[in-house]
């Protein structure tokens, strides 16, 4: 992995960081357009939407005063998410060892819980973890301890984390920054 870059604004690397990575999207913002983004759609480099509302429950827009912004409607299916792809160093370097931290300069409104979910595929199987996620002021923190995915070393192909709006209401989801670390996890 590439050295460290820079963690989202509230947000600190642990001092026995092993690797940390940001989509490109938020290196280089581009300008998001207002849009309705199909399930499955790229919506920037690297993330992409998914949902089971109905055609134009899920808008996407520029964010506040950058970033990008996740609003979602009345009635408007039983989830909403922004997924994003970690490239594969990432997965090769995640062992049952790691704790995984996705951290992002963040602000939520709306009535219902925000997730985290790590995903690790390998082999046929894909295992997922998910946590709520800490909202705290511009922050948005989750972290995963994948010994409880049962994973050896070197064991996962591919990797991807969501955040994740169960049972939409009205809810918005600013996002102006969201990186992903990873460290060991202390054994006694």
């Not at 759609?41 to 690297?46: D, K, R």
């Not at 602000?107 to 219902?112: K, Q, S, V, W």
């Given at each position: 992995m590439a050295p460290l870059p820079h963690p989202p604004a509230g947000c600190a690397w642990a001092p026995d960081t092993v690797w940390a990575w940001r989509p490109a999207f938020w290196d280089a913002p581009g300008v998001v357009p207002v849009r309705h983004p199909a399930s499955g759609?790229?919506?920037?480099?690297?993330l992409k939407a998914f949902h089971d509302g109905a055609e134009g429950s899920l808008e996407l827009g520029p964010g506040e005063p950058a970033g990008l912004?996740?609003?979602t409607g009345r009635a408007s299916?039983?989830?909403?998410?922004?997924?994003?792809d970690l490239p594969d160093a990432a997965a090769r370097a995640c062992t049952a060892r790691s704790v995984v931290r996705l951290c992002a300069a963040?602000?939520?409104?709306?009535?219902?819980?925000?997730?985290?979910r790590i995903n690790l595929r390998h082999g046929p199987n894909t295992v997922s973890q998910t946590r709520p996620a800490e909202v705290a002021g511009e922050r948005l923190l989750a972290e995963f301890d994948l010994a409880y995915c049962a994973l050896g070393h070197g064991d996962a192909e591919q990797i991807w984390v969501d955040l994740l709006i169960?049972?939409?209401?009205?809810a918005t989801l600013h996002l102006t920054d969201l990186a992903l670390s990873?460290?060991?996890?202390?054994?006694f």
């Open positions: 759609e790229e919506v920037a480099p690297g912004r996740l609003t299916g039983t989830y909403a998410s922004l997924v994003c963040a602000r939520y409104d709306g009535a219902d819980r925000i997730f985290g169960g049972e939409p209401g009205p990873a460290r060991h996890r202390l054994e």
